[in-house]
């Protein structure tokens, strides 16, 4: 098949949809599709163009056989609501010549990421030129999360925009999400089911432990050489948060917790907090952690060692704000569970986050730092309990969060949607 991908995000960005879309393409390319990307230079999550990529121009370049087509975007120095509108929209106005011209290379199918919705009309557009079969896959429900964390205000304004979102999401072939009550969400938006279909994001699994002994054995390995690097004591506790520092995260309660630790007397197990990644919240991060000398940022690890890093923490941190939930399903979710080792996440019950971490780590409601205080003091005092949960996460991940598995579903999926006629 011909196979054309119109993602703002791609690789190589690490984290989020950017990690996901570039995998995504590299493995229907090795399966001898024809595939090309529309993208932007890698600017997340940092917000910054990356040096070596150029901002005001168009540029193509081959990677693991896939045409990568690249667009100029501006990029707001501080995001905001405004700011992120116009941030978008110069990705769909730069790349909207490129999709256009694509038809003429005739693509059987048209894959299109949101964020952002504004490329959707390029796509069905494109599409209806060259009669390929369309695709919307849903990382995030950008429209109800906009209005709901208050980057977006006023009732006409919602009910224009979300009237807007409905009419283009029933234009597509397939929508597809990538957890159980985002598919949910679709059905509510007037999608018909037979046109709505799972597609989560996946996890390396490769390497992950097969039973307990192996769990064990790689707790050793992989903590003895990634703390080395980083200079940390072996018999540390280390607390690990690795992603994007955005609005959505609800960092504010790692700090708050952290200075609870401060307070700790000095004979008790010590313990070793990493905050790792970019974005808006990063800089507020660091001055409330000013002082905390257990406290460590690092920038994002490299793509090829990032199983290793994750595998080195103890414990995962995963806030989020209780506005977010279940309009996004946190992609870092899926590296944290392949890790094997156990998740400590704010969500309110009954959230499909709360659903599956409560098999392989401990969720505590959204923004109270109290009740994540204490959840974390009782993971860091019971080493058992620890490495069960890590064991229940890996097996969660080998059996839902299969890389091969979930791209091979989603290939046949297409070869099913193209072959529909």
Not at 110 to 128: Q, Y
Not at 135 to 163: C, M, P
Not at 221 to 238: E, S
Request: glycine share 6%; proline share 6%; with cysteine.
């Amino acid at each position: 098949m011909r196979i054309l991908i119109q993602s703002l995000n791609f690789y190589p960005e690490l984290t989020g949809i950017g990690k996901y879309s570039g995998e995504m393409a590299a493995y229907l390319a090795s399966r001898g599709h024809q595939v090309h990307v529309i993208t932007a230079p890698p600017y997340y999550p940092a917000w910054k163009i990356s040096p070596e990529y150029k901002k005001y121009f168009w540029s193509k370049e081959r990677w693991r056989n896939v045409l990568v087509l690249r667009c100029p975007i501006w990029v707001p120095e501080k995001p905001s609501g405004l700011t992120r509108i116009l941030h978008l929209a110069s990705f769909a106005l730069s790349s909207l010549p490129i999709a256009l011209f694509q038809a003429l290379w005739r693509p059987d199918i048209i894959v299109t990421i949101e964020p952002p919705l504004f490329t959707a009309p390029a796509a069905l557009l494109s599409a209806g030129l060259c009669g390929a079969k369309t695709v919307l896959h849903i990382q995030d429900y950008e429209v109800d999360a906009a209005f709901d964390l208050g980057l977006l205000r006023g009732q006409f304004l919602k009910k224009l925009v979300i009237n807007i979102e409905k009419l283009l999401l029933k234009q597509f072939d397939l929508v597809s999400t990538i957890s159980n009550r985002m598919v949910d969400r679709a059905l509510c938006k007037g999608i018909s089911a037979e046109k709505v279909y799972l597609f989560p994001n996946w996890a390396d699994t490769l390497a992950l432990p097969k039973n307990e002994s192996q769990s064990k054995e790689a707790l050793v390995d992989t903590k003895t050489a990634y703390r080395n690097k980083l200079g940390i004591p072996q018999d540390a506790i280390v607390i690990l948060y690795s992603g994007n520092m955005g609005a959505k995260q609800g960092l504010e309660i790692l700090s708050e917790v952290a200075r609870k630790f401060q307070q700790r007397e000095a004979a008790l197990t010590p313990i070793h907090f990493i905050f790792c990644g970019e974005g808006v919240s990063r800089k507020a991060l660091e001055q409330q952690c000013d002082q905390l000398k257990f406290v460590q940022f690092l920038d994002l690890q490299p793509s090829e060692s990032l199983g290793e890093f994750l595998a080195m923490a103890d414990i995962h941190l995963l806030p989020q704000r209780a506005d977010a939930a279940d309009l996004v399903m946190p992609s870092k979710l899926t590296g944290m569970l392949a890790s094997g080792r156990p998740v400590l996440a704010c969500a309110n019950a009954g959230t499909e986050l709360a659903n599956v971490v409560q098999h392989c780590g401990l969720v505590v409601p959204p923004e109270d730092p109290e009740a994540f205080y204490e959840a974390l003091s009782k993971l860091i005092a019971d080493s058992q309990l620890r490495q069960a949960l890590g064991l229940a996460g890996a097996e969660y991940a080998l059996n839902h969060l299969s890389q091969d598995r979930i791209l091979s579903n989603f290939e046949s999926k297409l070869i099913q949607l193209r072959n529909a006629g």
